[in-house]
């Protein structure tokens, strides 16, 4: 257990148990901190199940980006959970989550999905366009019509107003599976980009020494036009070690 512990950074009720390849929430996580934590980073880990969150009850954000979380991803029912961020992943049906998100997560009004298959964004889907990637938001905000933030842009009025009218009908067609030729995710092709919510940049990202280009947006819900990092991420930080 004390071993297991010094692998965690803890500042206050923010929680981060970040680039130990685990594959699912390790136990003594929740036992020692689920009942007080508000905020969990999960980030750069091997993680294909989200089971353990049952009892982080409080949980207001969660960040698991570049993990290995897909479409069977279940969530427990947090009430409070406002921020969510699944960056990075390998999600590719985006109405399945969108339905799952609304049952579970009744509060959320930021959501980011960028680096998924689900998410058609230029950046890191080059056959994508920025038509593909309106078309993805008029669908999600459809879908989840609190929603305030979706990925790295502040959801507008006009977008609201579209996605009541024809949001429905805006969801992009993945190409049939035969068609696709998307190679494994590897160190050899990695993603460009992972945007974190600031609050995401604990002591480990800080020393990360790679380039990073600022957005506008942000991650709380008591507060504006914070930056976002747009970094090009190969694999994790350094993590100093909080007891």
């Known amino acids: 257990m004390a071993r297991n512990e010094s692998l965690v950074a803890l500042n206050g009720t923010h929680l981060s148990y970040i680039g130990h390849d685990c594959k699912e929430i390790p136990p003594f996580l929740g036992d020692r901190y689920g009942r007080f934590a508000k905020r969990l980073d999960l980030s ?3 993680l294909r199940s989200l089971a353990g969150l049952k009892v982080f009850t409080g949980l207001e954000e969660l960040v698991v980006d570049n993990n290995l979380l897909g479409n069977d991803l279940r969530l427990p029912r947090l009430p409070n959970l406002h921020t969510l961020t699944l960056n990075k992943n390998q999600l590719t049906d985006i109405e399945a989550l969108l339905d799952h998100l609304a049952d579970v997560t009744p509060a959320l009004e930021y959501l980011s999905l960028l680096g998924n298959e689900a998410c058609p964004n230029q950046l890191v889907s080059p056959d994508k366009d920025e038509d593909d990637y309106q078309r993805y938001r008029y669908f999600v905000l459809h ?8 990925d790295t842009r502040k959801v507008t ?3 609201v107003m579209e996605a009541t009218a024809r949001g429905a009908f805006m969801k ?3 190409p049939k599976s035969e068609n696709l030729s998307i190679e494994p995710r590897s160190e050899s092709y990695p993603l460009p980009y992972t945007p974190l919510p600031r609050g995401s940049r604990d002591a480990r990202s800080h020393k990360a020494g790679r380039s990073a280009a600022s957005l506008t947006s942000p991650c709380r819900l008591h507060r504006e ?5 747009l970094s090009t991420l190969c694999g994790p930080p350094l993590l100093p ?3």
Request: hydrophobic share 45%.
């Open 44 to 46: 750069f880990n091997q």
């Open 143 to 150: 879908k989840l019509p609190h929603l305030k933030f979706l």
């Open 157 to 159: 009025k006009t977008e």
């Open 172 to 174: 992009v067609v993945k």
């Open 225 to 229: 036009n914070l930056p976002f990092l």
């Open 241 to 243: 070690l909080c007891h």
